[in-house]
């Protein structure tokens, strides 16, 4: 579990992470070695899900190795399974992670959510409803790496 105190707003306990794929851990279909690592750090501290309609037909191998669970799902109304997805962890110990139209639904239901922005960018309407936007995922894992660095973003 990640503990994350934010004087003046909230303590989250984060027991999960949720990140979408294409554009957010993943550009072209396949993961950074760097984004590897700290996903594999990640997975030791809470448990991690990816969720993804697979579009290059990769996520299962560039996720295999890594202790974490991957969900698959059908390209149509992806937003709607990714929100029941983090409906049934729990959204109020779940922490999300997304670039696109299809996360705006599990950032409503998640605890924390941050957008990424990345090299395949980022659909507007995401930013009202992130807590943080990040501009590469390295920098979005970092946070939940050293907590230090989230407190002073949403601190009072």
């Known amino acids: 579990m990640i ?14 992470i949720v990140f979408d794929y294409n554009g957010t851990i993943a550009a072209d279909g ?6 590897r690592e700290k996903l594999a750090t990640l997975c030791k501290m809470a448990k991690v899900y990816v ?18 669970t991957l969900k698959t799902f059908p390209k ?12 049934g962890l729990g959204g109020m110990n779940t922490v999300c992670f997304g670039n696109g139209y ?9 605890i924390l959510s941050i957008a990424v922005l990345e090299s395949e960018g980022m659909y507007a309407g995401l ?30």
């Open 127 to 156: 930013l009202n409803k992130a807590d943080v936007l990040v501009r590469t995922i390295d920098d979005g894992l970092n946070l939940l790496l050293n907590t230090n660095a989230m407190v002073a973003t949403l601190r009072a």
């Open 51 to 68: 969720l993804t309609a697979d579009t290059y037909g990769s996520a299962e191998k560039e996720c295999q190795g890594l202790d974490l």
């Open 76 to 87: 149509d109304n992806a937003g709607d399974h990714k929100a029941e997805i983090v409906r």
């Open 30 to 35: 396949r993961i950074n070695p760097s984004v």
């Open 3 to 16: 503990e994350i105190k934010i004087p003046g707003r909230a303590e989250y306990k984060i027991e999960n």
């Open 102 to 110: 299809n996360d705006v639904k599990m950032f409503q239901v998640g």
